[in-house]
């Protein structure tokens, strides 16, 4: 019923947006901290880095829920549609939103 | 049913699940957190304001981040804007108080932003001239318990005032004070619509932090409390 190539196609839009979160809230958050303490990058400069990188990251996140529960729901049977849509689509859906509704609130553009 | 038809039944609900799923999670994330503003512009008239603000020397990454949510929000409705943020090695005394002397001198009102914990600017703003002082409109103070402070702020020529009651989360009140502030908000709703939403927050998010205990004190610690004019807007003098 799911050949590898059937998880695929929902999983790596899926595993895409994740990273992206992730290297948004810890790697990057990580790599401005360090900087500024080591006194290597200005204030604004990170700024421009972080909004740069938050923006990107939750549309990928965005754009990866949205494929991964687009693929699952058409590819796979119905119990593991549902179950790929609540347990990683939607919860990464949702954070990515947020991240970005956040980030563009901060830039008063919401 | 055959099998082609079930095939685009399977893509129709696939389409509609995918366009549904950021579509409801905006809904949720607007209506649980905040909603969304109309962008302000700076008006046309001829009133020309000023902010300051003084960020103090914490984690860079608290520094960072009240600067990204504070400096948009500021250069969207202010003519002049001045920024600082202490360091260790440098807490910008000299430039604050050169800023808020420079900003009374061009412009019509100044508004301070003091993001930073229990202080006390108001010591260095003291020694600027009544002249330059009485430019003051709004000071918004983020400092745990500094509502103490609005009997003096408002001697040395502020309109109006607005601290924290006791220990506080006031980056909770804080993000939603500053968009409705911006945003043209009479002071005094901005004030009472943002202590109603931060405690909503709190109640929710708090819990797990400080246990059913300690959200009813850490709700009326954070509680901002007004003195002075509650009838200023950002566009009134």
Redesign the interface.
């Known amino acids: 019923m799911t050949s590898p190539t059937t998880h695929g196609r929902w999983l790596a839009p899926a595993v895409v947006g994740v990273g992206a979160l992730v290297v948004v809230t810890l790697v990057v ?1 990580s790599v ?2 360090a900087a ?2 080591v006194g290597s990058m200005d ?1 604004a400069t ?2 421009r880095v ?2 740069a990188s938050l923006i990107v990251g939750a549309v990928l996140g ?1 754009v990866g ?3 991964a ?6 590819r796979l049977p119905t119990p593991y549609a549902v179950a790929v ?1 609540v347990i990683v ?2 919860p990464l ?2 954070v ?3 991240v970005l ?2 980030t563009l ?6 | 049913m055959s099998t082609s038809e079930a095939q685009v039944d ?2 129709r ?3 509609f ?3 549904s ?2 579509l ?3 809904l ?3 209506s649980a ?2 909603r ?2 109309v ?2 512009r700076r008006s046309a008239s001829n009133e020309r304001r000023a902010a300051v603000a003084i960020r103090d020397d914490v ?3 608290q ?2 981040g009240t ?3 504070t ?3 500021l250069e ?1 409705a202010y003519e002049r804007v001045s920024y600082f ?1 202490q360091t260790a090695a440098d807490d910008r005394r000299a430039a604050f108080v050169e800023a808020i002397r420079v900003s009374a001198n061009a412009c019509d009102v100044v508004d301070v932003f003091l993001l930073a914990h229990g202080n006390r600017f108001v010591d260095w703003v003291a020694a600027l001239e009544p002249a330059v002082t009485a430019k003051l409109r709004l000071v918004y103070d983020t400092g745990c318990g500094d509502v103490a402070q609005a009997e003096r702020w408002i001697a040395l020529g502020a309109d109006a005032y607005v601290g924290h009651v006791g220990l506080s989360t006031s980056p909770v009140f804080y993000v939603y004070f500053l ?1 409705r502030w ?1 945003a043209g908000r009479q002071l005094a709703t901005a004030v009472q619509d943002s202590n109603g939403a931060a405690e909503t927050i709190l109640r929710v998010a708090a819990p797990p932090f400080v246990g059913r205990d300690g959200v009813d004190a850490l709700v009326a610690g954070s509680r901002a409390e007004l003195a002075g004019r509650g009838e200023l807007s950002i566009g009134s003098r």
Do not use: D, M, Q
Not at chain 1, 69 to 74: C, E, G, I, Q
């Open positions: 958050r401005i901290s500024f303490v204030e990170a700024v972080s909004v965005v829920g949205v494929l529960a687009y693929f699952a729901v058409r849509v689509s939607a859906t949702l990515a939103t947020g509704y956040g609130g901060c830039l008063g553009w919401l | 399977r893509r609900l696939a389409l699940v995918a366009l799923l950021p409801a999670s905006l949720v994330v607007a957190i905040e969304p503003f962008p302000v984690i860079p990454f520094k960072w600067r990204l949510f400096l948009p929000s969207s943020t968009r911006v």
